[in-house]
């Protein structure tokens, strides 16, 4: 027993154990990305920079400006100046304060059409902050930019229609919300229109 | 020896020092190498996050409770919801207790992987910080996939969780699991029996386990000294008690014992996700009652005075419950020790008053008594023994 410690203390088995191990990791796999040339694939449902989704029809944002969004946003980020035209609201602009934000996706649960998404989009520092003031152009653009990389047709988050709530409980809007399909296809955009008009 | 050399000398350490994990500064009066005596400031991250908390309701301020420890914000959100739940009673759905349980373990097993590898780092250890790190990619993956996001998750809620696990995900997670331990031994050959290691450690930085208690020292730090103490044992939580699982505690109070005992936890954690898997029941993963976004006829009704308390609390019974509590506490098993959100309420929608009990703060109080009277360099060694994150101390 003796012996057997005082070997190991001389041959410093433990220490070349050690090496071993990084020496096998050596010729492993590398894991490490390089990352501003390879990017890692990002899950569905990430929740990074806002955008207000244009309505394939219109071509317009879809908000309708009720406020909901701006009130459950805990860092208050929010803010939407409307105006009331000939008995309607009409939403002038949008702004989300991005440096404010804490990228909770409440605004994208509680908006009942559907208005707002958070994208897969990370990559918008600035090196000022008003780089970081969204407003309504600028969400719109963002929304473009994203669904311009997005891979299929339709585009659904799962923020949208939170799980767990009843349904019954949701304005008939958010209710019936489906994949919003992507101003790409023209044939795509043909068909909806088919479909809206006899409604 | 000329007299003048033998006065004692103040050193500002932090709070830009790396090894000091975050913004924490420490006035040390040293004599030689001796510490004399050691003062911890702390404040340098205080966002007032209990004060912010009065202003917004119960669901809202959920994601500030991500910002304590950002290291396992999952364990900080299911502190907080439990904490609302037991004051609004209401009883969270089989699924959603066993998808907490097993996130919860993950944000332990991320957590105590920085740990290993700052750590390991301050103490000289460099290679075992680029192997936890490798891991750690794993699990926030995991998280990303299925909460949207790596750190700051935001996935409890109050009543439940926010969107359901994938089968995809569970997959995923079991191949991570069954892996695991094998890079736990990994670490371990790296530094457990390393000579430097256990210089640095054994017989370092020793508190009994008397005074452990009297400091308030909770969690691994606390079962390093031979004390078993676990609030998930104790008062336990969300699926907790279903599962089978030890508590590892140590012996001496030494680094080294707090070290070998969250060693024990990695393979703790491993087991308690690997029986939540094969337990997941199936059902709803937010309770009936819980409070929830309302969603009225029209939207533009909303705009009314009161707009926060309509919000969030659209029930009646859940308005007389708030009424009939003034105070509440509930506490978890965070990866540092026990966290505890201590709420006053009074008949609004939002808190009177929020207080967190964070472990960070109860133990960076302590650093003084480890500290004092060993040598400059055992100060790292002893504040990474203690596991302190500087978001969760200052709050
Ligand atoms: S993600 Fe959260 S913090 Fe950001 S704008 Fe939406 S509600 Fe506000
Ligand atoms: S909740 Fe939706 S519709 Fe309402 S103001 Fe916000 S973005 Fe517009």
Redesign the pocket.
């Known amino acids: 027993m003796k012996v057997k410690e005082i070997l190991t203390k001389i041959l410093l088995i433990e220490i070349f154990k050690g090496l071993a191990l990084t020496l096998k990791m050596l010729f492993s796999k590398s894991v490490t990305v390089q990352y501003p040339f390879e990017k890692r694939n990002i899950h569905e449902g990430f929740r990074g920079r806002h955008a207000?989704v244009r309505d394939p029809i219109s071509g317009d944002d879809?908000?309708?400006?009720?406020?909901?969004?701006?009130t459950v946003c805990p860092s208050r980020c929010?803010h939407?100046k409307r105006e009331k035209r000939e008995n309607k609201m009409v939403?002038i602009d949008?702004i989300i304060d991005a440096s404010r934000c804490v990228y909770c996706a409440y605004?994208v649960e509680?908006?009942?059409?559907c208005?707002?998404v958070l994208t897969e989009d990370y990559e918008y520092s600035s090196y000022e902050r008003k780089g970081l003031i969204f407003n309504k152009e600028k969400l719109l653009k963002n929304w473009d930019e994203f669904s311009a990389k997005w891979p299929a047709d339709y585009y659904f988050n799962k923020f949208w229609q939170p799980p767990g709530i009843d349904p019954s409980r949701w304005p008939k809007t958010k209710r019936e919300q489906g994949p919003v399909p992507l101003k790409r296809g023209v044939e795509i955009k043909r068909e909806v229109k088919n479909e809206q008009l006899p409604s | 020896m000329n007299p003048e050399n033998e006065r004692e000398l103040l050193i500002n350490m932090g709070p830009q020092h790396p090894a000091t994990h975050g913004v924490l500064r420490l006035v040390l009066e040293v004599e030689g190498e001796i510490v004399k005596r050691c003062t911890p400031y702390i404040g340098y991250l205080h966002r007032g996050l209990e004060k912010l908390a009065e202003d917004l309701t119960y669901v809202q301020s959920l994601p500030l409770t991500d910002r304590l420890d950002y290291l396992s914000s999952m364990v900080n959100n299911v502190g907080f919801c439990l904490c609302v739940e037991k004051l609004l009673g209401i009883n969270v759905p089989e699924r959603a207790k066993f998808i907490r349980t097993m996130l919860s373990e993950m944000a332990r097993i991320c957590s105590h992987l920085v740990w290993i590898a700052t750590h390991a780092l301050d103490i000289g250890a460099m290679t075992v910080f680029l192997y936890a790190m490798r891991d750690r990619e794993k699990l926030l993956e995991l998280f990303e996939m299925v909460t949207g996001a790596r750190l700051t998750v935001s996935y409890p809620r109050i009543g439940g969780v926010r969107c359901d696990v994938s089968n995809e995900f569970l997959k995923k997670l079991e191949r991570f699991i069954d892996e695991f331990p094998k890079r736990v031994e990994e670490y371990e050959t790296l530094i457990d029996r390393n000579r430097v290691w256990l210089k640095r450690t054994k017989g370092v930085g020793v508190i009994s386990a008397e005074e452990a208690i009297n400091w308030g020292l909770t969690g691994p730090t606390l079962r390093g000294s031979g004390v078993y103490y676990d609030v998930r044992k104790f008062f336990p939580y969300d699926a907790y008690d279903k599962v089978e699982f030890d508590v590892p505690v140590g012996k001496n109070g030494d680094i080294y014992d707090r070290y070998k005992c969250r060693m024990l936890e990695f393979r703790q954690s491993v087991r308690i996700i690997k029986q939540c898997i094969e337990r997941l029941p199936e059902g709803p993963i937010l309770a009936d009652n819980a409070p929830k976004i309302r969603m009225p006829a029209s939207?533009l009704k909303i705009d009314k005075e009161d707009v926060q308390f309509e919000i969030y609390v659209d029930d009646k019974s859940v308005e007389d419950f708030i009424k009939k509590f003034t105070d509440i506490y509930a506490s978890v098993e965070a990866p540092r020790g026990e966290l505890g959100f201590y709420i006053v309420c009074d008949d609004s929608a939002k808190p009177y008053r929020m207080r967190v009990r964070a472990p960070s703060f109860v133990h960076t109080g302590a650093l003084p008594r480890l500290c004092e009277g060993g040598l400059i360099a055992d100060v790292i060694a002893n504040i990474g023994s203690i596991d302190i994150v500087l978001g969760e101390c200052d709050r």
């Open positions: 207000l879809k908000c309708i400006g009720c406020m909901r969004c701006t929010i939407i939403v949008y605004c509680a908006c009942p059409v208005a707002l | 939207p």
